[in-house]
């Protein structure tokens, strides 16, 4: 089981629709990501949060909007999303940024967005 | 910018051992991780291996690392149909500390 939890599993969401992707830790990880994954793609970095301080931030539209409300919770605001934006949105969590290799990313199993 | 790559797909028989290839561009790489998706799940860390190692074994699995010819490997022991899934590699960039994933390697495993 992984120790990243992401709510919900599944979402579909028409284009006016606004809605939301939860996701959290209690590893102390002081470090969240997102990540967006097409199928039998690579995942894509958009945000990172570095003591819930948006650090990264990978030119991404602002239709998306991330929100850090403590150091366990990672929120993605979803709102007028297009349909090339389904995929599955992944999150991970990392004790550090610093580039230790003992502060590896722990991923959740995501949400598979479907945006119709 | 970095550029990692793999082969997009392995099949082995069961018992047999698997090896996956990466290679990647940046010399000034830190760490290199191994990662392993399952169809509808996240990625899972398997093992990873900082720069100044060649070798790292963990139970069935083997890390080799040609830092000369930016060639890292992946082999698995004895491989199982419960093996069979997406495997990435990513290495930590030395300048920028981004991790960049590679194109993934679809192992599938025949009984």
């Known amino acids: 089981d992984t120790e990243v939890t992401q709510t919900p599993k599944h979402l579909v969401m028409g284009m006016t629709n606004k809605k939301s992707l939860k996701c959290e830790q209690h590893?102390?990880?002081?470090?969240m990501y997102w990540y967006k994954q097409k199928a039998k793609k690579p995942p894509e970095l958009m945000f990172v949060?570095?003591?819930?301080?948006?650090?990264i931030n990978e030119s991404v539209p602002s239709r998306f909007s991330p929100e850090c409300p403590n150091s366990s919770l990672l929120n993605l605001h979803l709102h007028a999303l297009q349909p090339e934006d389904s995929a599955l949105y992944l999150c991970?969590?990392?004790?550090?940024?610093?580039?230790?290799?003992?502060?590896?990313?722990?991923f959740g199993n995501g949400t598979r967005l479907t945006v119709t | 910018g970095e550029d990692v790559e793999q082969s997009l797909f392995l099949s082995v028989r069961e018992g047999d051992s698997s090896v996956i290839n990466c290679t990647y561009t940046d010399s000034s790489s830190t760490y290199l991780y191994w990662y392993k998706q399952e169809p509808g799940a996240g990625l899972q860390l398997l093992t990873y291996?900082?720069?100044?190692?060649d070798m790292k074994q963990d139970q069935r699995l083997t890390v080799l690392l040609n830092k000369k010819d930016k060639h890292l490997s992946l082999r698995i022991a004895d491989t199982q149909t419960g093996d069979s899934a997406i495997y990435f590699c990513?290495?930590?960039?030395?300048?920028?500390?981004?991790?960049?994933f590679g194109t993934g390697t679809l192992l599938a495993v025949q009984p």
């Open positions: 291996i900082f720069s100044n190692m």
């Open positions: 990513a290495v930590l960039g030395g300048a920028t500390n981004k991790l960049i």
């Open positions: 590893m102390g990880h002081r470090a």
């Open positions: 991970a969590s990392s004790q550090g940024t610093g580039g230790n290799g003992n502060s590896p990313l722990h």
């Open positions: 949060y570095s003591y819930e301080k948006l650090s």
